[in-house]
C-alpha cells in the first residue's frame, strides 16, 4: 500500500475533516477523496462517515487507526535507519524515561558501542506508555522504564530494586517539593503523609527537582542510588521517621523478537547494572546568597 494513503488517513483523523485535510496537506480535496476511496477499495470497507460537521471513523476506521499509526511509524524508522552507515551490519533502537538516561542507559549505549561495535544505536527518551508502545510495535528492541505494561508477548523483567526516600537541604528543609513519579507513588505517599498531599512547589522530572533543592532549599522523595553521593557529602540529609517507597526499574522487550545480537546487548545492561557506581547525576549548584 501506498504509505501517502495512510498519511492522508491519519491526517483526516487529527484534522476532523476532508478540507482540513487538504489545506493541511497542500493539496485539493479531490485528491483527499480519491485517495480514501482508494484505501477503503484495498480494505474493502468504509473508513469514514462524512457530514456537514466533517468527518469521523466508522469502526472499521477505528480498527485501522492503530494499524496505520504502525505503518507510518515503521516507514519512517525505516528511512532513518537505511541505508546502513558504511561498516555497520545492523541498527540496535533502545528506550528509556528521562531519570534514567543518566547514567544507565548512557552507560549502555557505551558499552554497546565497544561491545557490539558493528551495530549502530539509536537511543530515545520518552515517557513510559510512549516506550511501551513503541516495544509493542517493534520500533523499539528494549526499554527501561518505571511503570510496565504487563502486555501480551511483551517480557518484563525487574532489573534493579531501589527505594524512594526523603532528603533535604540540612538547615533548609523547607519548601517540601512534591516529585510525580507516577500514580502508584502517589497513592501510597498520600496514604502515608497525608499533610504533604499538597504541595507549593511540584515537578514531574526528578533531576530538575533536585537541582532546585541543592540551589533553593527544600525536602522531596529522590531514588537513592542518585542522592547517595549527596548524603555521602553532607550536602542533603535524609529526613528522620520519613517513610521509604520501593521503586525499582524494569526491561521490557518482546519475547517474539529476540535474537543473539539482542541478547548481548540485554546481558550487557543486566551487567552493567549489578555495578555499584554514582548515579548522583550531579551538577555545582549554585551558592546561596546571603543577606
Not at 143 to 158: K, M, S
Not at 180 to 197: I, M, V
Request: hydrophobic residues 40%; glycine residues 4%.
Amino acid at each position: 500500500m501506498d504509505i501517502s494513503l495512510a498519511r492522508t488517513f491519519l491526517e483526516i483523523v487529527r484534522c476532523g475533516s476532508f478540507v482540513a485535510a487538504a489545506e493541511r496537506l497542500h493539496v485539493t480535496q479531490a485528491a483527499i477523496t480519491s485517495r480514501i476511496q482508494s484505501l477503503e477499495s484495498q480494505l474493502a470497507c468504509t473508513l469514514f462517515i462524512r457530514n456537514r460537521s466533517g468527518a469521523r471513523l466508522t469502526a472499521d476506521g477505528e480498527a485501522f487507526l492503530t494499524h496505520a499509526t504502525q505503518m507510518t511509524q515503521a516507514w519512517d524508522n525505516a528511512q532513518r535507519d537505511l541505508p546502513l552507515l558504511k561498516g555497520f551490519s545492523d541498527v540496535l533502537h533502545i528506550g528509556a524515561e528521562a531519570s534514567l538516561s543518566t547514567p544507565l542507559l548512557l552507560q549502555w549505549v557505551r558499552a554497546l558501542r565497544q561491545q557490539i561495535p558493528e551495530h549502530s544505536v539509536r537511543a530515545e527518551i520518552a515517557d513510559s506508555s510512549l516506550l511501551m508502545q513503541r516495544v509493542e510495535q517493534g520500533t523499539l528492541d528494549a526499554a527501561l522504564v518505571y511503570r510496565p505494561e504487563y502486555l501480551p508477548g511483551l517480557q518484563v523483567e525487574e532489573l534493579l530494586e531501589e527505594k524512594l526516600i526523603q532528603v533535604a537541604l540540612p538547615g533548609r528543609s523547607s519548601p517540601y517539593v512534591y516529585i510525580d513519579w507516577g500514580e502508584e507513588f502517589r497513592r501510597q505517599h498520600d496514604a502515608a503523609l497525608p499533610d504533604k498531599a499538597r504541595a507549593s512547589v511540584t515537578f514531574n522530572l526528578g533531576p530538575l527537582a533536585l537541582q532546585y533543592i541543592l540551589e533553593a532549599g527544600g525536602a522531596g522523595y529522590f531514588r537513592s542510588r542518585v542522592v547517595q553521593h549527596y548524603l555521602e557529602s553532607g550536602m542533603l540529609e535524609r529526613v528522620d521517621m520519613a517513610p521509604e517507597f520501593s521503586f525499582p526499574t524494569y526491561l521490557v522487550y518482546s519475547r517474539q523478537r529476540t535474537s543473539e545480537v539482542l541478547e548481548q546487548a540485554l546481558q550487557s545492561l543486566r551487567e552493567l547494572a549489578k555495578v555499584e557506581q554514582d548515579w548522583s547525576q550531579r551538577w555545582d549548584p549554585v551558592p546561596l546568597h546571603t543577606v
